[in-house]
Structures are given as C-alpha cells and as structure tokens.
C-alpha cells in the first residue's frame, strides 16, 4: 500500500496516523509497531466513519513538550486507576485521552504514540498528504480468514459472506470510511482505497459510486504496475491482486487524487 501512495510516504520528517474503532486491531498495530521500532507513529481510537483527526503540525520545543506531557499524564492516570478487575481496566482505557472529541462531538480517544522526530502538536484539524482507507469488508478473498470456516462451520459462509443485509451494511461503512477520508486529504494529495475481497460491490461499484459522487476525485494511475503480478480491475486505473494471476489472496487497490480543495469540510 505504500508503494501504491507513492515514494514520498515515508520519509525521515513525515508522520503517519492510524484510525479504528476496534481497540483489538489498534492493539495489534501497536505491538507490529513497537516490534519492527518504527517510529514517527500515533494511534487513535475512533469511528473512522465520522471523526475528525487532528492534524500534526510543526511548532516549537515548549508546545511540543506541553503535549507531550499532558499525554503521558492521561495515560499514568489510566494505569493507575485500571490496575483492578477487568472492568475497571476497561473504563480507564476508555477514559484514556487527550482528544475526549473532535470539533464535531465525535469520540476520539488517543491509544499510542511512538517516538516522534521533531516538534508536533496535535491540536488542529487539517489535511494529509496521503490517506489508506484500507475498509472493512467481507475477507472473501483472503486465504487465511477463509480456513476460519474449518473451526466456524461451512454452513455459516453464507450468512457471513452472501446474506443481502450483511452485504448492504458493509458497502455503506465502505462508502462512509472512503468519503469521510477523502475529506482529510489536501489538494494535490493521493488516497488509496483497498479491500481484499472478490466482491465487485465492494471494489468498484464503490469507486464507480464515489467518483459520482465526489467531483475533486480523479482515479490515478498506479506507476510500476506493469511489474506487478496483478490485472487491472473493472474500472480502468484500478488493480487487482488474486490466486490466479497473484499467487496470493485477493487484494483490491483504487488510487485517487484530490483535484482541488472545492467543498471541502476541512480548513
């Protein structure tokens, strides 16, 4: 995915933020992040749906380290009051924060910071240079969530993968998780948006529907892809990744540009 944002992703100065509103997956992160020591990271935990995440900006070594201060007070105090049952760990957790809310009332709750070169504070709501929306979605085409079934029970497939009410709900969390992260990006700026299911519903009727619906949106060619084993998808300029012409498991790509900041929400 990082390939298909483009060179300038990771950089010695650049800093990534991660966004999920489940507590297991940013748990998972943290601990990929911490065992391959990369650094320049922060996790929050939110609905990636509707929140608005702040964005780094650079400032001077006094705010920095006010902020940097404020948030490992919030989470000494958290520790402290979740060294109990279960229950009580849990709301600490929950009331682990520096950003109870975003600008709009959303919940959104710091989880994790590496360490960070330079000085940042995180106070503002703004534009990125690059966004993944790497969406929910029905795992179909992935290989070990498919060997899953052996413990779940074949006959459980259907109602996970094929059921029109899962279907429905699912393509409404991908369009919300597309557009809501089309509104953090800057002009000029490049999301990707990826799944990996089979599903056309999920992949490009999405982008089909989005590119209708978002006129600074302009699908990008992806450069090298000549080089990759993958096919081009339904749409033109999107890519597919399959045990057929990948030898691997599904993963669709669709790579946008933003044309220029026209309605958006954020300043």
Not at 77 to 85: F, I, L, T
């Amino acid at each position: 995915l990082g390939q298909v944002l483009g060179q300038r992703f990771r950089s010695q100065l650049s800093l990534q933020v991660g966004v999920d509103v489940s507590q297991q997956r940013l748990a998972s992160t943290r601990t990929m992040v911490r065992k391959y020591q990369q650094n320049n990271i922060r996790l929050y935990l939110s609905d990636g749906t509707k929140c608005t995440i702040p964005c780094p900006s650079t400032s001077s070594a006094e705010e920095a380290e006010s902020e940097r201060k404020e948030v490992l007070r919030a989470a000494s105090e958290a520790n402290r009051a979740g060294s109990g049952s279960k229950r009580s760990r849990k709301k600490a957790y929950q009331s682990q924060s520096v950003h109870d809310t975003d600008e709009n009332g959303h919940p959104l709750r710091y989880f994790f910071e590496s360490s960070v070169s330079g000085h940042w504070t995180w106070r503002k709501p703004g534009r990125f240079d690059r966004v993944i929306v790497d969406a929910e979605c029905t795992h179909d085409g992935s290989i070990r969530h498919i060997a899953k079934f052996e413990s779940w029970g074949w006959d459980t497939m259907e109602k996970r993968f094929l059921a029109d009410e899962r279907l429905s709900s699912l393509e409404q969390l991908q369009r919300d998780l597309l557009s809501n992260g089309f509104q953090h990006l800057k002009p000029g700026g490049t999301l990707v948006y990826s799944t990996c299911s089979f599903a056309k519903r999920q992949n490009e009727d999405i982008v089909a529907w989005f590119l209708h619906q978002e006129p600074q949106a302009k699908l990008e060619r992806v450069d090298g892809r000549e080089t990759w084993p993958c096919r081009e998808g339904h749409i033109p300029n999107t890519l597919r990744f399959d045990p057929a012409s990948s030898g691997s498991s599904g993963l669709f790509l669709a790579r946008f540009v933003r044309l220029s900041s026209s309605g958006s929400k954020l300043t």
